[in-house]
């Protein structure tokens, strides 16, 4: 069941330059609406702009049903997802939610889970991080940045699992790109990924190298979010295939990437 | 309570607000969202002979107040339509439900519409001669008056019920393709499909579509739209579906004065899923507030 629904700007707390982290809850007072998964999107209205004319799609960062609060994670990366970084408390933003496909919950968890992201696309593993422990999985964090002062929300990912960290400049963590730290080379029997498609796809050969089930989350320009207007495709082993709805989470053996 | 039926060519619509082709997938994907059957009809995605993929992507730019698609008439073919779409569709919807068809040859167009013509449920079809992202086809007959009155003939010949022809923008004369459809026998007209435009992409020096070029849609068409339909609508006397940008209530109203039977709600439906619901029930209440019996008291005012 999809959504549209006015929400309030709870709380915008700036995590760096270019990230905001920002909770929301339903404007009118009711609950969260039920079935939000890990991995899934809402399209948010940024309201009066025509530059940003189409709604943003952004990724589930939280559900959080004890607190009715929805999270997002926002990079400042133009005009509209700069209003959202910019949104003060009590701001009301229109969106349609939850949207697109997730990633796997394991009903019988067996070994550990690596959660592998970079930039903004940590921000769907801090819920799906929180699931698969509700779920008795063990999930892992690998968290991958520029430097220390870009990584994001560790505290929060550390209440879910062990966190590895990787930058590119050494100054936290392992030195090099997440692809190249050595927790991938540990015994792992499950990869969740998010972030650039270069660091996806890398992450992904490791994974089809040593047989390790992965799931990879793609962002395609979209426009309507809901499978109306199929300008997100991805070539898939199936064709031609929304990421807004078969995705954004796919299995790496359902796309048609050259690992 | 006012009277907003419209009729179509004999296809008669409880009110004037229809779907664009494209932009509501096949009405399934918003009925979460809104009350599907609150509508005149939806116009369901452009239909082939043959299944296609479509472009490659990028599909689809933004631009100030709009947006560029080439995704070429990816569907699984009529076909497939008529075996899983439309058992689907039929029960769970009961307003009036158009196939938009396309083609790359005059065959084909008429091959779908005798496939589609045994269905009950669909009364009308749309024929899209105007698709500007695809190579063979589409635009290549919409452009030229013997072009548009070609396919116009074989496809009244194979299709008996409401024939409505779906027209481009990018020609010098849109009132003369709309008079040689009308000509050949067509029951109505629709316009604008897309405008053609493109985008680049300064930053990776590369073209932001596939394709290079696609159809622009948004409220940025909607002054050329409601031009051309207003001169369409003085020119021919089969009734125009006007469509371009429509994004609220007073864009319908204007199309409506610049002479439009029916309306299309194409790109806003990307932007608020339930705004045609919203405008069919604007129309009723501006009815109701300036005491009109029915739409047609100010429809070709201009």
Same mark, same amino acid.
């Given at each position: 069941?999809?959504?549209?629904?006015?929400?309030?700007?709870?709380?915008?707390?700036?995590?760096?330059?270019?990230?905001?982290?920002?909770?929301?809850?339903?404007?009118?007072?009711?609950?969260?609406?039920?079935?939000?998964?890990?991995?899934?999107?809402?399209?948010?209205?940024?309201?009066?702009?025509?530059?940003?004319?189409?709604?943003?799609?952004?990724?589930?960062?939280?559900?959080?049903?004890?607190?009715?609060?929805?999270?997002?994670?926002?990079?400042?990366?133009?005009?509209?997802?700069?209003?959202?970084?910019?949104?003060?408390?009590?701001?009301?933003?229109?969106?349609?939610?939850?949207?697109?496909?997730?990633?796997?919950?394991?009903?019988?968890?067996?070994?550990?889970?690596?959660?592998?992201?970079?930039?903004?696309?940590?921000?769907?593993?801090?819920?799906?991080?929180?699931?698969?422990?509700?779920?008795?999985?063990?999930?892992?964090?690998?968290?991958?940045?520029?430097?220390?002062?870009?990584?994001?929300?560790?505290?929060?990912?550390?209440?879910?699992?062990?966190?590895?960290?990787?930058?590119?400049?050494?100054?936290?963590?392992?030195?090099?790109?997440?692809?190249?730290?050595?927790?991938?080379?540990?015994?792992?029997?499950?990869?969740?990924?998010?972030?650039?498609?270069?660091?996806?796809?890398?992450?992904?050969?490791?994974?089809?190298?040593?047989?390790?089930?992965?799931?990879?989350?793609?962002?395609?320009?979209?426009?309507?979010?809901?499978?109306?207007?199929?300008?997100?495709?991805?070539?898939?082993?199936?064709?031609?295939?929304?990421?807004?709805?078969?995705?954004?989470?796919?299995?790496?053996?359902?796309?048609?990437?050259?690992? | 309570?006012?009277?907003?039926?419209?009729?179509?060519?004999?296809?008669?619509?409880?009110?004037?607000?229809?779907?664009?082709?494209?932009?509501?997938?096949?009405?399934?994907?918003?009925?979460?969202?809104?009350?599907?059957?609150?509508?005149?009809?939806?116009?369901?995605?452009?239909?082939?002979?043959?299944?296609?993929?479509?472009?490659?992507?990028?599909?689809?730019?933004?631009?100030?107040?709009?947006?560029?698609?080439?995704?070429?008439?990816?569907?699984?073919?009529?076909?497939?339509?008529?075996?899983?779409?439309?058992?689907?569709?039929?029960?769970?919807?009961?307003?009036?439900?158009?196939?938009?068809?396309?083609?790359?040859?005059?065959?084909?167009?008429?091959?779908?519409?005798?496939?589609?013509?045994?269905?009950?449920?669909?009364?009308?079809?749309?024929?899209?001669?105007?698709?500007?992202?695809?190579?063979?086809?589409?635009?290549?007959?919409?452009?030229?008056?013997?072009?548009?009155?070609?396919? =116009?003939?074989?496809?009244?010949?194979?299709?008996?019920? =409401?024939?409505?022809?779906?027209?481009?923008?990018?020609?010098?004369?849109?009132?003369?393709?709309?008079?040689?459809?009308?000509?050949?026998?067509?029951?109505?007209?629709?316009?604008?499909?897309?405008?053609?435009?493109?985008?680049?992409?300064?930053?990776?020096?590369?073209?932001?579509?596939?394709?290079?070029?696609?159809?622009?849609?948004?409220?940025?068409?909607?002054?050329?739209?409601?031009?051309?339909?207003?001169?369409?609508?003085?020119?021919?006397?089969?009734?125009?579906?006007?469509?371009?940008?429509?994004?609220?209530? =007073?864009?319908?109203?204007?199309?409506?004065?610049?002479?439009?039977?029916?309306?299309?709600?194409?790109?806003?439906?990307?932007?608020?899923?339930?705004?045609?619901?919203?405008?069919?029930?604007?129309?009723?209440?501006?009815?109701?507030?300036?005491?009109?019996?029915?739409?047609?008291?100010?429809?070709?005012?201009?």
């Amino acid at each position: 069941m999809k959504y549209q629904l006015d929400t309030t700007v709870k709380q915008c707390d700036r995590l760096n330059q270019a990230y905001a982290l920002l909770r929301f809850y339903p404007t009118d007072g009711s609950p969260l609406p039920v079935g939000i998964e890990p991995g899934q999107f809402v399209q948010v209205l940024i309201p009066d702009s025509p530059s940003t004319f189409l709604r943003r799609p952004i990724s589930v960062c939280m559900a959080d049903y004890q607190t009715q609060e929805l999270w997002l994670l926002v990079r400042d990366a133009g005009a509209g997802t700069h209003r959202l970084v910019e949104a003060k408390q009590g701001e009301v933003f229109n969106m349609i939610l939850p949207l697109g496909h997730g990633f796997t919950i394991p009903t019988e968890p067996d070994g550990r889970i690596l959660l592998v992201g970079g930039g903004v696309g940590v921000a769907p593993l801090l819920y799906l991080g929180q699931r698969l422990k509700a779920a008795n999985a063990q999930p892992e964090f690998l968290l991958a940045a520029k430097s220390q002062g870009d990584l994001l929300l560790v505290e929060e990912f550390e209440q879910h699992g062990p966190v590895h960290l990787a930058t590119d400049d050494g100054s936290a963590g392992e030195r090099g790109f997440a692809h190249q730290h050595s927790v991938l080379q540990s015994d792992i029997s499950r990869i969740a990924c998010c972030g650039p498609t270069p660091m996806m796809r890398a992450v992904a050969h490791i994974a089809h190298e040593r047989g390790i089930e992965c799931e990879v989350s793609l962002e395609n320009m979209m426009a309507c979010g809901i499978g109306a207007c199929l300008c997100c495709v991805e070539d898939t082993q199936r064709g031609n295939t929304c990421v807004c709805t078969e995705g954004p989470v796919f299995n790496i053996n359902q796309l048609k990437w050259q690992i | 309570m006012a009277n907003l039926k419209v009729n179509i060519g004999g296809l008669e619509l409880q009110n004037p607000v229809l779907t664009a082709s494209g932009t509501f997938g096949y009405g399934e994907e918003f009925a979460d969202l809104m009350d599907v059957n609150s509508l005149g009809g939806i116009i369901v995605k452009g239909t082939t002979l043959l299944p296609r993929e479509g472009n490659p992507s990028p599909r689809m730019a933004e631009t100030p107040s709009g947006m560029l698609n080439a995704v070429g008439l990816q569907n699984k073919g009529v076909d497939y339509f008529i075996d899983h779409i439309y058992p689907r569709i039929t029960e769970e919807f009961t307003t009036e439900i158009i196939v938009n068809v396309a083609g790359s040859t005059i065959d084909d167009y008429a091959e779908v519409c005798r496939r589609l013509a045994p269905l009950p449920r669909i009364r009308a079809v749309e024929i899209n001669i105007s698709c500007p992202n695809v190579k063979q086809g589409g635009m290549a007959f919409g452009t030229t008056c013997a072009g548009a009155g070609e396919v =116009t003939k074989a496809v009244r010949q194979a299709w008996p019920k =409401t024939l409505i022809m779906k027209l481009s923008p990018n020609v010098t004369s849109i009132v003369d393709i709309a008079k040689a459809v009308e000509a050949e026998g067509a029951d109505s007209v629709s316009l604008i499909n897309t405008l053609m435009g493109m985008a680049i992409d300064v930053k990776r020096r590369k073209a932001c579509l596939s394709t290079i070029t696609g159809g622009l849609s948004g409220p940025a068409v909607k002054p050329v739209a409601l031009r051309m339909v207003w001169q369409v609508a003085k020119a021919v006397k089969i009734p125009v579906i006007g469509l371009g940008g429509i994004m609220n209530v =007073t864009d319908a109203l204007e199309f409506i004065m610049a002479g439009a039977t029916a309306i299309e709600i194409g790109t806003a439906n990307f932007i608020d899923p339930a705004i045609s619901q919203r405008i069919a029930e604007g129309l009723a209440l501006y009815c109701q507030e300036n005491n009109l019996a029915s739409l047609s008291d100010i429809r070709g005012i201009i």
